[in-house]
């Protein structure tokens, strides 16, 4: 049976989240516009010294590989891309929720950043085979934050790991949500929404956040952008970076086909490529945080 009262801490616990940076929260605002400038995003660099400095650190690193130092921002946004600076600026504005330890997922600090990342780029990779119009770089920032909600349910899910796979085993479940859903009265996905909220993140966001898992359910314009994240999260599990114990323990929507045109061929190139993303990508901003200030 489940605690009705668990939902209802959990919630609380999402309610006190630390809110996203300024900077953070207007980079993902201007991206969600199709028809943004590059400036916007470079103004907002600028005027945030932290961001700024970590910024050029990531593009100055040694796993970046340039040849010359770059000194200034509207060359670091240009070199790497619209997509990593906004993935920088909420890592470091969220990174006590990326980083802390799923232990209700049995899985050590640090892996759903990297689950993240990983997905991101999946998700970025996939978005360029859209049949429809899709942002990919917005398609990277959605990935980026599409497991969030899990930071809240993990502490109330100790010990359930176990049973909760016996139960997709035996057909008891059909994937982790639902018995996420069975346990607690909340699953990550929704909790993930209600931060979302509580963030005041775009619509787009809000919705592939909730409905990342089943994308058939999101409204009909978002669509196209819940499959790229949909199918980004299981390339990411694919590729070695999962949570824990509900790594491929979700099922993949075969209607991704109706809004990306991607070929078995393409899909394993996809893979390919993320792996050298994000080698490239992790190890900068990794190194990055190592380098003293």
């Known amino acids: 049976?489940?605690?009705?009262?668990?939902?209802?801490?959990?919630?609380?616990?999402?309610?006190?989240?630390?809110?996203?940076?300024?900077?953070?929260?207007k980079l993902m605002e201007i991206t969600a516009q199709v028809d943004?400038?590059?400036?916007?995003v470079v103004d907002v660099v600028m005027h945030d010294s932290n961001l700024t400095a970590r910024v050029l650190k990531v593009v100055n690193s040694a796993a970046f590989g340039l040849m010359s130092p770059v000194t200034t921002i509207e060359r670091a946004v240009t070199l790497l891309g619209e997509r990593v600076v906004v993935g920088i600026a909420i890592g470091d504005s969220a990174g006590q929720l990326f980083n802390k330890a799923l232990t209700g997922y049995e899985s050590a600090g640090g892996e759903l950043w990297k689950h993240d990342l990983r997905a991101?780029?999946?998700?970025?990779?996939?978005?360029?085979?859209?049949?429809a119009g899709i942002s990919a770089d917005f398609a990277f920032t959605a990935g980026l934050l599409h497991d969030i909600?899990?930071?809240?349910?993990?502490?109330?899910?100790?010990?359930?790991?176990?049973?909760?796979?016996?139960?997709?085993?035996?057909?008891?479940?059909?994937?982790?949500?639902?018995?996420?859903?069975?346990?607690?009265?909340?699953?990550?996905?929704?909790?993930?929404?209600?931060?979302?909220?509580?963030?005041?993140?775009?619509?787009?966001?809000?919705?592939?956040?909730?409905?990342?898992?089943?994308?058939?359910?999101?409204?009909?314009e978002f669509k196209a952008l819940t499959y790229c994240v949909h199918l980004g999260d299981i390339i990411a599990m694919m590729g070695g970076c999962g949570t824990g114990s509900?790594?491929?323990?979700?099922?993949?929507?075969?209607?991704?086909?109706?809004y990306l045109d991607l070929s078995p061929t393409q899909l394993a190139e996809v893979l390919l490529e993320v792996d050298e993303e994000f080698a490239k990508v992790s190890g900068?901003?990794?190194?990055?945080?190592?380098?003293?200030r």
């Open 1 to 25: 049976m489940t605690d009705k009262n668990i939902r209802e801490r959990i919630v609380e616990e999402v309610k006190k989240a630390p809110m996203l940076s300024i900077s953070a929260s």
């Open 36 to 40: 943004h400038e590059t400036t916007e």
């Open 120 to 131: 991101a780029i999946a998700s970025r990779q996939v978005a360029v085979h859209g049949k």
């Open 149 to 220: 909600g899990k930071a809240f349910l993990s502490d109330f899910m100790e010990g359930t790991a176990g049973p909760i796979l016996e139960q997709i085993e035996n057909n008891q479940a059909t994937d982790y949500l639902e018995s996420e859903s069975e346990l607690l009265g909340i699953n990550h996905t929704e909790a993930g929404l209600i931060l979302a909220e509580y963030w005041s993140l775009p619509e787009p966001l809000k919705v592939v956040i909730h409905h990342h898992h089943h994308p058939d359910q999101a409204p009909e």
């Open 246 to 258: 509900d790594t491929l323990q979700y099922n993949l929507d075969p209607e991704y086909i109706r």
């Open 284 to 292: 900068s901003i990794a190194e990055s945080k190592e380098s003293p």
